[in-house]
């Protein structure tokens, strides 16, 4: 059973299996990136979904052929999408520092950069945590 999951997460997955590497702000945007992919490059593969300097990566895959001009620039739009996008709730963002020295850097609106940056919110698993100081 570990065996067999781990050898589909090593020749990609599709989106949904992965979109518990970023916070539920994409989660909606992704799974319409997904559902863009499915008509574009049906089977395709993702080994890559992630947030990086508060940015949207993600690298797909179509097997043996190559991945289309259209799909990649559906996965353009999202990411583009995604760099406007709160990481946490969905709400215009834009690119914010932790007000801390040598803070993270994360996609937020304004609400969610005040807790995040008092760690009052963070992202586990996809989902929001929320804790009481
Ligand atoms: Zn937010």
């Not at 760099?83 to 993270?104: I, M, N, Y």
């Amino acid at each position: 059973m570990e065996d067999q999951g781990n050898r589909i997460a090593g020749a990609g997955a599709q989106i949904p299996e992965r979109l518990r590497a970023v916070g539920p702000g994409w989660h909606p945007l992704l799974e319409r990136l997904h559902a863009q992919l499915n008509v574009a490059v049906p089977g395709y593969r993702v080994t890559d979904v992630s947030e990086k300097l508060g940015g949207l990566r993600i690298h797909v895959t179509a097997g043996a052929q190559s991945v289309p001009d259209a799909a990649m620039a559906l996965v353009a739009a999202s990411v583009t999408e995604a760099a406007a996008t709160c990481e946490f709730c969905g709400a215009v963002g834009q690119r914010a520092r932790k007000d801390l020295p040598g803070g993270w850097i994360k996609t937020v609106c304004e609400p969610c950069h005040a807790d995040w940056s008092v760690h009052k919110i963070l992202i586990v698993s996809g989902a929001v945590r929320r804790r009481s100081l």
